[in-house]
């Protein structure tokens, strides 16, 4: 099935990272186990935010809409007792074990209608107009959050009281929950790896190189990018829950502007259309800001100042992405051949 | 819904013509960053929020008792911090002076808050506290207005010379860096002037209500469409009319041709990105006295411009007129109509549109 030995290497490497991960993480400290797990959190994002800007081409700058949609979603049905029949749901999947695949369920077909609603107004945007308006919606999103008070509890946020366990076995500690986030990690990576190998995932590729060429082929353009809008959406929702999980907290600082642009900043930072570089520069922000948050509590100006750094500088050495550093670790799909023509 | 009797209209459309003065300085900056040089300044609002702190600052420094040391300690820093960067480039690549600057600070910050005890970037943004002052006349207001204005200008005329003309046509990078400098701006501004919610001081001629009809309308909002509806004709003169606005225009058109006739799109690069930091600076001094300067307001005002744009076409100023009109109304009449929905309601119009026709009513492409 795999052909390509190089990818075959690859994948044994990723794959080895990850189960040293599993094995390294109950002999860290607390606060280094909180760490991996909010890298594997927003790693689930900005990958989700490659398969549009890396692999389709179309920068975002409203991705952590769906992200807040989810997180949100969680938050509320697990905690808004007077909304009687998703709570009684909730309550009733929980005492059968099942209140994470509710819960998942619930928050996905939510953050996936918000994306299938959006993506219909923004593909039709080109450059920085989806820029743009994916902004604009996003801020609706965030909007809604902060305005919308009796049912996102405003400023304040919305504090949930505890994790639902899975199949008997309780997630309330650090160690069982991280290894959950690795397990949903792991299954979203997979699956987001074998959407970008299908034929759908390197039509992208090609409407990313030659939109013409590929409209001329007989593609339908349009409905390709709002299917891969809409499954990069569901994933940054799957994110979205796995932040409420880990938080327990949910406010509108959550899901503002920065998260976005910290989502943005990861899969650049990692290198575009490579899948495992955006967890790279998920790692790489996320440890800085909990490092850094240690010493001083300016995270956005110092967080803006490491944005135009990094920018300036691969813009000096012609890099792209950490993973640009070491072109051989790059997979195929990154290079600008274009499969079907 | 409530129903709206005909006096509540026409207030309404007053306000609405008002708001949309404010959204036409911040939008019409952004159009025409835009339609000159492709770059989607993210950081636009951010000059609107700043320039906004700097009014206040100077109304304090003008009326209030306001100790200019820190500020002082503050420009000898930076211009410490440019002649080290000249020094140094003199003799190394920009590359290495670069790295060479950023380990010195890291030093000297680590050196500054173990052996001294303060933080080394208080230098660089130093913490001033700002007191809201209550007096305040035209000419002082004015003078805030010019100063604030000037280093607004200046903020984005040094951005576009040394950050964004490296960057070329990479819309990624361009977003990157512009959003890098709309957090740093907002978070110093944080800093320096901290969490609390400023008004800036409406002065003596303008801080009445005119009552025609019965209808009391304050006259600041009057002052606020005066001033949008001069800049609209300044600057459709100024490009359509002048030498100047000619040779913008080239520039834009064919960047190649115009260098070959000896003009030097380097400086009218950098001028266009100064006018738009002016125009987003000027919304947000006139509209500090309208919506207030707070922390976060930069963030919540550029959908609201990003919306203007989409509606009236980047890169057009007609369209940016047009924009912010509707914008201006929507905003108004659907917060009074629907107050839950007032933000959806901002953003049926921008997706019908686009719908239509997807570079704005006026739009370039």
Known sequence: MIENLAEKRRIFIVLGVFVALAAVTPFLDLFMQSLVTEILVFGILAMSLDLLLGFTGLASLGHAAYFGVASYTTAIIMTKEDWTWTFAAFQWADSLGLGLFYIFIFALVVATAFAAFFGFLAIRAVGVYFLMITLSLAMVIWGLAYRWSAVTEGDNGINVLGRPSLFGISLESEMPFFYFTLAVFLICLGLMYLFVRSPFGKTLVGIREREERMQMLGYNIWLH??????????????????????????????????????????????????????????????SLQQFISIYVERWPLILGAIYIIT???GRLYGVEGILGLFGKFRKPAATSETPEG | MTTLSFTNILVLSYNSLSYAAILFLLASGLSLIFGVMRIVNLAHAAFFLFAGYLALEFYNIIFGSLSLMP???????????????????????????????????????????????????????????????????FLGMMAAIVVALAIAALCGMLIERFFLRRLGQDTLSQVLVTIGFAFILQDGSLYTWGGDNFMLKQPWPLNFSAVVWGLSLPQYRAFMIVIAVVVAAALFLGIERTRLGAIMRAAVDDPEMARGIGINTNVVQMAIFAIGALLAATGGVVGGAFFGVYPGLDFEILPYAFAVVIIGGLGSLGGAVLGSIVVGFIENFGTALFPELSYFALFAPMAIILAIKPTGLFGKG
């Open chain 2, 71 to 137: 500020r002082i300690v503050q420009l000898v820093s930076w211009t410490a911090l440019y002649f080290a960067w000249r020094g140094l480039t003199l003799y190394v690549a920009p590359r290495h002076a670069a790295l060479a600057l950023l380990l010195a600070y890291i030093v000297m910050e680590i050196l500054c808050s173990l052996i001294w005890g303060f933080r080394f970037f208080e230098l660089f943004f130093p913490h001033v506290p700002v007191k809201p002052v209550d007096r305040i006349n």
């Open chain 1, 225 to 286: 990018k709002y299917l891969a809008f809409i499954i990069a959406g569901v994933f940054s929702g799957v994110s979205g829950v796995m932040w409420t999980l880990f938080n327990l907290f949910v406010s509108p600082p959550d899901i503002e502007l920065i998260t976005s642009a910290e989502a943005l900043f990861m899969v650049a930072l990692g290198g575009p259309a490579t899948l495992i570089g955006p967890v790279i520069g998920s790692a790489i922000i996320r």
């Open chain 1, 311 to 313: 920018i300036m500088l």
